[in-house]
């Protein structure tokens, strides 16, 4: 599919979608892809959250929190791209986007910082105690960090 | 982990986790865990628009698209509910929430609602055309209106 198509399939979309994306998260002109990729990173830094608290000893130690919280990591890194990171949805195309271009001229690289958080994510599934998810969070903060400094532009 | 604990589990999440999940989307009361639900029900409804778009002919009939957007919703639909539906944040308790207390008196029930939408979701991956998209809207359509219809409160 070409840039074209993409876009227009973007602008395309139905105006209750985009409106209720708008109203849901009060950036009334943010594109609809580029917010559910912010509702992705969300969820992930909800869940990265809770394993940082536990680690942390901000918050007791449970192990289906701990276990839910990791898998969802996994579960969210595994999301297929292709109706979240559309062609024409890089930083400077659409209102509120941070993705650098190399996010879609080196889709191989981009693919494998995913594939390092979810690796990560799914090293702590079980993880015992408060110190097990600890040792763990240097591996999840460094894919975070690892993408982030490659993929994503600064702040808007 | 019965409820005071969990309520504390919440309640001592860090601030910072906290406060990126009020200022990323203007509500400024959400209580974190309700706020990590409203973004899983928004990639949901994302998804969901995708192929609605499709079925419709709002939006050019596109393979990688049609089994992202499908494929997409199953995995949302499979999520660990242990740090999403945590107890103590049932409409009344916690604002912004729409959760009613059966999610948590009929855990199997709920359950199931997620399956029946996981199903109906990955019944359409592959969906060769528009048609066939079409075809599929009304399960996907009526899984989101049984659990709604069970599980959710009215408007806050």
Redesign the interface.
């Known amino acids: 599919?070409n840039f074209l198509?993409k876009a227009?399939?973007v602008i395309?979309?139905?105006t209750?979608?985009i409106a209720?994306?708008a109203l849901?998260?009060?950036h009334a002109k943010e594109n609809?892809a580029v917010?559910?990729r912010?509702?992705?990173m969300?969820?992930i830094?909800?869940?990265i959250?809770?394993l940082?608290?536990v680690a942390?000893g901000?918050?007791?130690y449970?192990a289906?929190?701990v276990?839910?919280?990791a898998?969802?990591l996994a579960?969210l890194a595994?999301?297929?791209?292709?109706?979240?990171w559309i062609e024409g949805t890089e930083q400077g195309a659409v209102d509120g986007s941070r993705a650098k271009a190399e996010i879609w001229s080196d889709p191989d690289g981009f693919a494998e910082k995913f594939s390092a958080l979810g690796d990560a994510a799914t090293a702590l599934v079980g993880a015992a105690d408060a110190a097990a998810v600890g040792a763990g969070m240097g591996s999840l903060g460094g894919a975070c960090k690892a993408c982030h400094e490659t993929y994503r532009g600064p702040k808007n």
Chains 1, 2 share one sequence.
């Open positions: 599919m198509t227009t399939l395309g979309m139905s209750a979608i209720s994306a849901a998260d009060g609809p917010a559910a912010q509702h992705q969300q969820m830094g909800y869940s959250g809770i940082g608290a942390k901000e918050m007791e449970d289906a929190m276990s839910g919280a898998s969802n579960t595994s999301m297929d791209r292709a109706t979240l």
